[in-house]
Nanobody, 125 residues
Framework: QVQLVESGGGSVQSGGSLRLSCAAS????????MGWFRQAPGKEREGVAA???????SYADSVKGRFTISQDNAKNTLYLQMNSLKPEDTAMYYC???????????????????WGQGTQVTVSS
């Protein structure tokens, strides 16, 4: 049974940093692509970043240059380092996993089948 558990969210001021973690279990970690979504109240879910088993990464334009996705295959853990945070980054952030064929323009799509429970990120101005 695939399980994804996020942690690391919180409240920061604009310009601050946070590091999200996602602990994965129940499957062969390297067999799936991993990604991060976010969803703000009243807004559609947005694919933020993705990484494949070889470490190739992709980012949404809105976070490029500020966020870094990485993973530790030995620990079955996915990370999202978020720097230079802005109020518009405020959202619930979700870790997701599925086959790489479900990436859309390099980012996790709504078809990704495995999700965590989410962790809240709040950025104040």
């Amino acid at each position: 049974q695939v399980q994804l558990v996020e942690s690391g969210g919180g409240s920061v001021q604009s310009g601050g940093s946070l590091r999200l973690s996602c602990a994965a279990s129940g499957y062969t970690y390297s067999s799936y692509c991993m990604g991060w979504f976010r969803q703000a109240p009243g807004k559609e879910r947005e694919g933020v970043a993705a990484i494949d088993s070889d470490g190739s990464t992709s980012y949404a334009d809105s976070v490029k240059g500020r966020f870094t996705i990485s993973q530790d295959n030995a620990k079955n853990t996915l990370y999202l380092q978020m720097n230079s945070l802005k109020p518009e980054d405020t959202a619930m952030y979700y870790c997701a996993a599925d086959i790489c064929g479900l990436l859309l323009h390099g980012l996790p799509s709504a078809d990704f089948g495995y999700w965590g429970q989410g962790t809240q990120v709040t950025v104040s101005s």
